[in-house]
């Protein structure tokens, strides 16, 4: 996964990137400033390993920028810091970390919780195409109840009422008027959905 | 208390946060330590569920509407700490609740283990309870997000799989579940009934009371239709004034007595409106099979039933049969 890291100390970074490049592609930032640029871009990494005080925008700060984005903010983030007494862990936190790695750091203890990150961010983008592949099932399922609709009985052809006839009717027509119909609904497979979990029947009215 | 010490925020500074939606689930042998961890999330606003070992912790999760944030511990009687997250995370495609890990230990091959086992956090006793409540305010934030995600998922598959106009499944769906109803009817060698009906003279509702009533009507009528069903059947709005019912595990003579149902809820009452009063019959025609059989040949038996219904003066229910379906198929509604 491709992971973003922000630390202004040579020496950390280093070991940083020794501990993680074998299982990520990773992002390598040497200022707050510059993690704060990269964070923005599209196809950013969407988890990153913060060192809290740096040059430009501190770590906390890249924290709450990021929760206040909406774009942004169902990233997973990691404060690094020296800093471990409870009440930096404790801000740390409120500011918007997920979580917290303090220095001098266990390098099997950083991968694994950069391990829980991504599966937390693996839910989160499954989900999401969840969703995507739902909006895109009720986006051909409004087409083709349009056009079941928009047909005047009179104009359906004998045997219409067998519902193979009207879409093969209905996929004829459409041919003959707009072979190039891209998208129609009744050429497209639809994803076979799972229905809407606890009714498997319709709800009574 | 020697496992509670309050090392950077005393308790009494922690303020209650919005949570009172929220629940916790706490699996931990210790009788006082379970006492202080449930008082102090009291404190932040949480609703506790305590469980005294790791197998009440399971059994609790096992019921519905469980707690989505849990602080476990590591040592437990029964059922320990991470072998409890390894079960959870072994569950497969069910929520994701965000787990704490917590133990006296402080050996770091620990938490790794610990969180390897699908703990999504590690919290050391003695532990200040400022930091447990930022940690938790960290899951419930995921937990937000993940709860966001599933409700405008399920929003939107049950738009992609309803009726917009009447609430009841749609013409793909409807489709999508007779054809697994016809497989699954022929594994389980049951029979599998399929009626359906188109409203009578329904163009003439339009014509006369206009498209409102109209949709009134077809409202009404999905109502009516459902409740004369039985709870497992499924209804669908097959066309515009077409209706097509899936009936899992019905013999023909079943069939007959909820297609005569249907007719008679349909037939019995008006259906009346702020603007009409309008008497409305549905004809329905009917077929059950247990053999192997493509939908498409269901329904067109079921639509040369219907068609007889119509033929033999409507607001009737006549059932088909597989061996002689009728070519003629063509009637006005």
């Known amino acids: 996964m491709k992971l973003l890291i922000a630390e202004d100390d040579t020496f950390f970074r280093r070991l940083l990137e020794k501990v993680l490049w074998q299982d990520h592609e990773v992002v390598m930032t040497e200022s707050g400033n510059e993690a704060w640029t990269e964070l923005q871009k599209p196809e950013a990494p969407r988890l990153a390993i913060l060192d809290w005080v740096m040059p430009g925008v501190s770590g906390p700060e890249i924290c709450r920028r990021v929760r206040q984005s909406p774009a942004l903010s169902s990233m997973y983030l990691i404060l690094f810091t020296g800093r471990n007494n409870s009440a930096d862990i404790v801000a740390g936190l409120r500011a918007g970390a997920d979580d917290y790695v303090t220095k001098p750091f266990d390098p099997e203890e950083l991968r694994a919780r950069v391990k829980v990150g991504e599966n937390i961010l693996a839910l989160h983008t499954a989900l999401a195409a969840q969703l995507a592949a739902a909006n895109e099932a009720l986006k051909h399922e409004k087409q083709l109840q349009e056009l079941l609709l928009s047909v005047p009985c009179r104009q359906l052809p004998p045997c219409s009422r067998d519902w193979r006839g009207i879409e093969a009717y209905l996929s004829q027509r459409i041919e003959t008027e707009d072979r190039n119909c891209k998208g129609c609904p009744l050429t497209i497979d639809r994803p076979n959905l799972q229905l809407t979990s606890g009714s498997r029947r319709s709800p009574r009215a | ?333």
């Not at chain 2, 096992?62 to 989505?68: D, L, S, Y």
């Not at chain 2, 700490?81 to 609740?97: A, D, M």
């Not at chain 2, 188109?198 to 163009?203: G, M, P």
């Open chain 2, 1 to 333: 208390m020697p496992e509670m010490k309050q090392t950077e925020t005393p308790i009494s500074e922690c303020k209650p946060e919005d949570s009172s939606s929220e629940a916790i689930l706490i699996a931990e042998d210790d009788r006082i330590f379970r006492r202080i961890l449930q008082s102090w999330l009291q404190k932040f606003g949480y609703r506790v569920v305590a469980a005294e070992d790791g197998a009440k912790a399971w059994e609790i999760l096992q019921q519905g509407n469980a707690p989505a944030l849990l602080i476990l511990d590591w040592m437990m009687p029964s059922i320990d700490g991470p072998e409890l997250c390894r079960r959870i995370r072994g569950r497969g495609h069910v929520f994701y609740p965000y787990i704490l890990l917590v133990t006296a230990k402080d050996d770091k091959q620990d938490v790794v283990q610990g969180l390897a086992s699908g703990a999504d956090d590690y919290l050391t006793k003695p532990f200040d309870p400022g930091e447990l409540q930022a940690r938790l305010q960290v899951g419930k934030r995921i937990l937000e997000l993940q709860r966001e995600l599933i409700r405008a998922r399920e929003e939107i598959r049950f738009q992609a799989n309803h009726d917009g106009l009447t609430g009841i499944w749609n013409r793909t769906t409807i489709l999508n579940l007779l054809g697994g109803e016809l497989k699954r009817g022929v594994r389980a060698r049951t029979t599998t009934g399929v009626l359906m009906m188109d409203l009578d003279h329904f163009k003439k509702i339009n014509d006369e009371y206009g498209h409102l009533n109209g949709d009134a009507v077809l409202k009404e009528v999905s109502r009516r239709i459902q409740l004369a069903v039985r709870s497992y059947d499924f209804v669908g709005r097959y066309g515009g004034e077409e209706f097509l019912v899936v009936l899992p595990h019905c013999s023909l003579d079943d069939l007959r007595a909820v297609a005569e149902r249907i007719r008679c809820a349909v037939a019995e009452a008006p259906i009346v409106t702020s603007t009409a009063e309008m008497a409305i019959t549905v004809s329905i025609g009917g077929i059950a099979t247990s053999s192997p059989m493509l939908d498409l040949e269901l329904l067109s038996a079921a639509d040369s039933a219907l068609y007889a219904a119509k033929r033999n003066g409507r607001n009737r229910v006549e059932m088909g049969s597989m061996a002689t379906p009728t070519q003629e198929s063509c009637v006005a509604g």
